[in-house]
């Protein structure tokens, strides 16, 4: 793997230009990731596809962590690649339950699946998103299935005699 | 694209109305239970959206439910024609959470193992193409050769299609003479069987006016919808994980990265024979290299002791006990560790909050994303050509739907 350090250019290219909007920088087992605010997101992402030396222009994946009871609730995390400079970072923003999230697919395409399944897993509404419904569940499902509250056997319904009651 | 289908549209005069179509779940080349929902003009698909979710089984809830070792098994069902790749990218990622080094021994098994399973998976998906687009022969053949490479794995581990036979530290049993002498054996056999796929298909008319041409996909738009795998690389992307990020020995070996040009079906194809022909040598170069030594870590928290002496040893019975039932405590921290699975990047994302359990575990699976470029590919083109991309993307939905 390619290891990151604390003089890694993805570091330090971050500290330069986005000081205000990082909260936290960590480097853990050689990876980079960056907490950043919620409303720089876009201009960051641009700044990532954009620039000659970093050019990360594969989105892996995006992911959502439920952190309940602590608050904010959830992180939401974009694991971002680039195919010709070979770098891999992740970026992570932090939301309370009911908060939007600008929604990258403007940036990268492949985020409308990924996207789709945050917000099916975690009720995570992603603003600007062309075509946000479920993907995994049915489309009338009720409750999002990885949240920490949402019991590990489902709901006591017609269909599932061995769930939870619902209080 | 839409230029495209508006030229097309006006070249040959469209006077139906337009219809929407259930492809699958229950649809022979649905490769499982994809459906696809298709907008049809006539025989022209005006888009394709695909619906999944019907394989669902909640996996990344049941993880965070579980030892780290338990979920092992839980591997074997993603992408079950390739069950040791994504054995490989699990314990890989708990690995780097524990930050252990495992033997060498155990490192030239586990490219062996994942070699021979991206095979297995690549004559799989090669074969169902075929005989979903008319020609049912390679199927059959590669099943042939898909039972060598089954019993290889039943010699290893016992199982032949959910294996778990890697496992934290390393791998359950070690790779016998015997094993590595009918390797050995198969790798001689194979390139044989690569050419006579070639002979039936590579050369056969009604093959090219199925797939060449079909279901282009640019290199930058394959980038931007996640295209992963042998799919990027039949658009000409140089993405390997195996060779950017080097896990494993796999920077000691000598491989190529086969390449395609324009982007279509065909040239998936080409890069799934280029490829099935590079494992045989990285598994011929580790059969040649692979040191002696233990092929699990010495480190009686995270390994069980052997079966055997269970049953004569109180010592040994008790730490057995101790691990099935305590299992072992992994660092705080998150990582997200990714491998080179046949399909493309598989990664897994792990958090961990200092206990016997995942606190969040989260599966990037490559069919997943390729799924998205379907209605990319298909665009403009015929209703029997979205057979063939659908083919051509090797999708497997125990893996697509986690």
Same mark, same amino acid.
């Given at each position: ?59 892996s994946d995006?992911m ?15 694991q971002?690649y ?6 891999r ?79 | ?88 990218a699990y314990?890989q990622a ?71 036979? =890697? !496992?934290?530290? +390393? *791998? /359950? %049993? &070690? ?53 992963g795998?042998?799919? =990027? !690389?039949?658009? +000409? *992307? /140089? %993405? &390997?994980i195996?060779?950017?990020e ?56 995270? *390994? ?31 990582v997200y560790s990714a491998i080179e699975s046949?399909?493309g990047e598989l990664g897994v994302y792990i ?11 989260k599966i990037r699976v490559p069919?997943?994303m ?33």
């Open positions: 793997m390619a290891l990151q350090d604390k003089d890694s250019i993805l570091v330090k290219r971050f500290q330069e230009r986005f000081a205000p909007s990082i909260l936290e920088t960590t480097v853990f087992r050689g990876e980079v990731t960056h907490l950043i605010k919620k409303e720089s997101l876009l201009d960051i992402c641009s700044f990532l596809r954009s620039e000659k030396d970093l050019k990360m222009d594969y989105l995006v959502g962590v439920d952190y309940h009871p602590r608050a904010p609730r959830f992180e939401v995390l974009y971002i680039s195919t010709t400079n070979k770098l970072l992740r970026l992570k923003i932090r939301l309370e339950d009911g908060e939007t999230v600008p929604s990258v697919t403007g940036h990268w395409k492949s985020a409308n699946f990924s996207e789709r399944e945050v917000y099916d897993m975690f009720g995570i509404v992603f603003e600007g998103h062309p075509d946000l419904k479920r993907i995994y569940m049915p489309h009338d499902w009720e409750g999002f299935p990885l949240r920490k509250d949402y019991p590990l056997k489902g709901y006591k319904d017609r269909y599932n005699p061995y769930g939870e009651e619902k209080e | 694209m839409s230029d495209k289908i508006e030229k097309k549209g006006r070249e040959e005069i469209i006077s139906t109305r337009g219809i929407t179509l259930n492809m699958g779940p229950q649809h022979p080349s649905c490769h499982g239970v994809l459906h696809l929902i298709l907008d049809l003009q006539g025989e022209r698909v005006m888009k394709v959206e695909p619906d999944i979710g019907y394989l669902h089984r909640g996996t990344e809830k049941i993880a965070e439910n579980l030892f780290y070792p338990q979920f092992v098994p839980y591997t074997d069902r993603l992408d079950y024609l390739s069950g040791m790749s994504n054995n490989l314990v708990v690995e780097k959470l524990l930050a252990i080094e495992i033997p060498e021994r155990a490192k030239y098994i586990r490219v062996i193992a994942a070699e021979l399973s991206r095979l297995s998976g690549h004559l799989l998906g090669v074969g169902a193409w075929s005989a979903d687009v008319g020609a049912m022969t390679v199927l059959l053949y590669a099943f042939r050769e898909r039972e060598m490479i089954l019993d290889l794995f039943e010699m290893l581990c016992g199982a032949r299609m959910t294996y778990s036979y =890697l !496992r934290v530290g +390393g *791998v /359950r %049993y &070690d790779a016998t003479e015997e094993f590595k002498e009918r390797c050995r054996e198969f790798c001689r056999v194979f390139p044989g069987r690569v050419d006579e796929y070639e002979r039936l298909l590579t050369g056969n008319r009604i093959w090219l006016k199925r797939n060449r041409g079909i279901g282009i996909i640019s290199a930058d738009d394959a980038i931007n919808l996640g295209l795998g042998p799919n =990027l !690389r039949g658009s +000409g *992307v /140089r %993405y &390997d195996r060779k950017d080097p896990y494993l020995v796999y920077d000691r070996l000598d491989f190529e990265v086969p390449l395609g040009t324009v982007g279509d079906c065909f040239d998936r194809y080409v890069v799934r024979l280029g490829e099935m022909r590079q494992s045989v040598r990285i598994i011929e170069q580790c059969l040649r290299d692979m040191p002696e030594g233990p092929f699990v870590v010495d480190m009686p928290e995270i *390994v069980p002791p052997p079966k055997q002496t269970i049953y004569n040893n109180m010592e040994a019975l008790i730490h057995h006990f101790k691990y099935v039932s305590d299992s072992f405590k992994v660092p705080e921290g998150e046949p399909k958090v961990s909050d200092g206990t016997e359990k995942p606190y969040r575990l069919t997943f390729n799924l998205q470029s379907i209605d990319h590919m298909s665009r403009g083109g015929y209703f029997a050509d979205v057979v063939a991309v659908v083919s051509s993307l090797d999708p497997v939905m125990g893996e697509c739907d986690k």
